[in-house]
Nanobody, 116 residues
Framework: VQLVESGGGLVQPGGSTRLSCEAS???????????MGWYRQAPGKEREVVAI???????NYADSVKGRFTISRDNAKNTVYLQMNSLKPEDTAVYYC????????WGQGTQVTVSS
């Protein structure tokens, strides 16, 4: 499985952006049954889970992003999304996607920098 994240960049505090993660070299049926997650790693910190979505669409969020971020998925496209609103400087990190158990190889991630 290959995971490719995109959509990061420089965003002003209070702004929004949407991340995408496409899984390739995998069938739709395998992708669709997996719980998927978004993770982030800030400089000098360990990677942490940000949001999880089940195969049925139920979601769970880290307290730090609850009410601001929304995870979603399109199984037909083998893609998971992260809508990020009301961004704060502390959201600055490299964002990755993977299964909820981190069972696939990590992609390169996408950098999100929140700064004025």
């Amino acid at each position: 499985v290959q995971l490719v994240e995109s959509g990061g960049g420089l965003v002003q505090p209070g702004g929004s952006t949407r991340l995408s993660c496409e899984a390739s070299r995998i069938t739709f049926s395998i992708f669709s049954i997996n719980r998927m997650g978004w993770y982030r790693q800030a400089p000098g910190k360990e990677r942490e889970v940000v949001a999880i979505i089940t195969s049925g669409g139920r979601t769970n969020y880290a307290d730090s992003v609850k009410g601001r971020f929304t995870i979603s998925r399109d199984n037909a496209k083998n893609t998971v999304y992260l809508q990020m609103n009301s961004l704060k400087p502390e959201d600055t990190a490299v964002y990755y996607c993977n299964t909820a158990g981190s069972s696939w190889s990590w992609g390169q991630g996408t950098q999100v920098t929140v700064s004025s």
